[in-house]
């Protein structure tokens, strides 16, 4: 059984009269990668700093291994804690060995020359971190990635039981995300580090760590593996923000894919939209129809498609068949029924072969307008079925061809400016027919 590394309990703290932290409680255990997500302001850093003694508690508890943080001395503290922070800047030359060794203070008395044994460690310490190659060189003449991997070996010198890493990547580009991050948690296995890591890459926290603490307000608002904390439902709520999340397919771990912050006006009153769709043709065109309020059902749609997976986000009702299933006439009978009291049916972009052409029977008998994407015409893998069946569905409806997903939401956009602009003249009569009357 692994043993408590750290422990919160009721934690309180802020600057001044501001509370930043209200009542946080949670623990660690030795060998754990935990990462801690939140927004800005929300008290990430504010934690890391109460768990290293640089802020002290308003009100709470803090143990690590087992002893209260605020009875600890420094020196006590430096080693059973390390801290990585975002940057870390030094005003003398000093070298990158020098930065390592620093590591080793806490275990040396004044006057104390380090041993043989502090040699030792802080060699390897840069052997892990892949920054013995330059141990001569100037610590303010590296790279940041460089710096950030530095910082990192003399928080091994250390030898302590837990790191707190405080946004380590922030400041640096995507590849030296990568490899400090894979350093890290190469650390975390192989070394059995116990890691706190506050991080703002939602993505790169689900992919390393595996179990999340979600901060808002102050408090802590989720806690689990990141299946379990990265929903629509917690990200949307903690970002403000539309968003998707999915599963890499590579990392098989949840992740965020951004939409939007500023939202579409919504449109008013009641107005549905059936979706033909399939693969991935109608992911945006699906999401943008959603956040505007239309009322939006889709079908018939294989499941594990990039469009089913979006309406299954999204909560859309939808027509599914089983993966690399041809449409039947008993799922054609299902998507006609969810097509009853659409007022558009809309085929997007998506070709068409015989094993989804059913998806088009039956639609001249449906009373909504029915909209077509140009492209279907271009992607005809039918054998020459296609052009028979639209021929037959034009001979009783009308069919709307259009260029792309953004000229029909134009289109849809002026028939709701146009309704709008005759409910207003339809108000302004009325009241003008009343002011008459009364004029009487």
């Known amino acids: 059984m692994s043993r408590e590394l750290l422990k919160c309990r009721d934690v309180s703290a802020g600057y001044g009269d501001r509370l930043i932290l209200d009542k946080v409680s949670f623990s660690i255990q030795e060998g754990e990668f935990v990462g801690l997500i939140g927004s800005n302001g929300t008290g990430k850093s504010t934690l890391i700093k109460c768990i290293s003694g640089l802020l002290p508690l308003k009100s ?54 380090e ?43 250390q030898k302590p039981q837990i790191i707190l890493l ?37 993505n790169m926290a689900s992919r390393f760590c595996r ?14 593996t990141p299946q379990e904390i990265i929903n629509r439902a917690n990200m949307e709520t903690l970002y403000d923000m539309k968003l998707v999340i999915r599963e890499s397919p590579m990392f098989h771990k949840p992740e965020i894919v951004p939409i939007r912050v500023m939202q579409e006006e919504k449109v008013s009153g009641r ?49 599914e068949t089983a993966p690399f299933t041809p449409v039947t006439e008993e799922k054609q009978r299902e998507n006609l029924m969810l097509m009853q009291d659409a007022d558009i049916i809309l085929v997007a972009d998506v070709p068409f072969g015989v094993s989804n052409l059913m998806n088009l029977e039956g639609l001249e008998a449906m009373p909504g307008r029915i909209f077509f994407h140009k492209n279907a015409l271009s992607s005809d893998y039918t054998g020459g079925k296609l052009v028979p069946l639209l021929e037959k569905i034009g001979k009783v409806k009308k069919i709307t061809w259009f260029g792309d997903h953004d000229e029909f939401l134009r289109i849809l956009k002026e028939q709701e400016t146009g309704k709008k602009q005759e409910i207003e003249k339809k108000r302004e009569t009325e009241q003008k027919q009343k002011s008459g009357n009364q004029g009487d």
Not at 92 to 113: A, S
Not at 176 to 194: S, Y
Request: net charge negative; proline share 2%.
């Open 115 to 157: 041993s043989q044994e502090d040699y030792e460690i802080v060699e390897n310490a840069m052997e892990l971190t892949n920054t013995a190659m330059f141990r001569g060189r100037l610590y303010n003449e590296l790279s940041g990635g460089e710096r950030q991997r530095v910082i990192l070996a003399r928080a091994i010198a």
């Open 211 to 224: 179990r999340m603490i979600m901060l808002q307000n102050g408090r802590v608002a989720a806690d689990g």
């Open 166 to 202: 405080d946004e380590p990547t922030s400041a640096l580009d995507v590849h030296h995300q990568i490899e400090v991050m894979e350093l890290i948690a190469g650390l975390n296995e192989q070394e059995h580090m116990t890691v706190l890591a506050v991080l703002h890459d939602i």
């Open 271 to 319: 107005f549905r939209i059936h979706v033909i769709c399939g693969a991935s043709g109608a992911v945006r065109l699906l999401e943008e129809l959603d956040d505007r309020g239309y009322e939006v059902t889709a079908g018939v749609l294989n499941q594990g498609s990039e469009d089913w997976a979006v309406c299954r986000e999204l909560g859309l009702n939808c027509v």
């Open 60 to 113: 709470g508890e803090i143990t690590i291994c087992g002893k209260e943080h605020s009875r600890l001395k420094n020196r006590e503290r430096a080693r059973l804690v390390a801290v990585v922070p975002q940057s870390y800047h030094v005003e003398y030359d000093f070298t990158v060995e020098d930065i390592v060794m620093m590591g080793r203070n806490p275990y040396l008395g004044f006057g104390q020359k």
